[in-house]
């Protein structure tokens, strides 16, 4: 099974960017989709964006325009680029991959805490 590691999470003021990043174990090629959801305390988790193989991208209405999701397949890598970031952004991060036979996994998450 692939291994996903995310990293960048941390503590920022509002207003302030960040980029999480996640690295997979395994090729991004063998992937349809990869991204990224998010889990706020007491809430389900939810779709921050996707990219496809194909680079399409998704975003969920509280995360366009303000936030960036971006592949290096030679690096196994998704990133998601946040700016503007606002305390109801503060959650766990959850790097995504779902493979061609529709298979989810998710990593362990990163958190990120945005302070007004």
């Known amino acids: 099974q692939v291994q996903l590691v995310e990293s960048g999470g941390g503590l920022v003021q509002a207003g302030e960017s960040l980029t999480l990043s996640c690295t997979a174990s395994?090729?991004?090629?063998?992937?349809?989709?990869v991204g990224w959801y998010r889990q706020a305390p007491g809430k389900q988790r939810e779709l921050v964006a996707t990219i496809s193989n194909g680079d399409s991208t998704t975003y969920a209405d509280s995360a366009r325009g303000r936030f960036t999701i971006s592949r290096d397949n030679a690096k196994n890598t998704v990133n998601l680029q946040m700016s503007s970031l606002k305390p109801e952004d503060t959650a766990v991060y959850y790097c995504?991959?779902?493979?061609?036979?529709?298979?989810?996994?998710w990593g362990q998450g990163t958190q990120l805490t945005v302070s007004s």
């Open positions: 995504y991959t779902q493979d061609i036979l529709y298979n989810q996994r």
């Open positions: 395994r090729s991004l090629f063998r992937f349809r989709v």
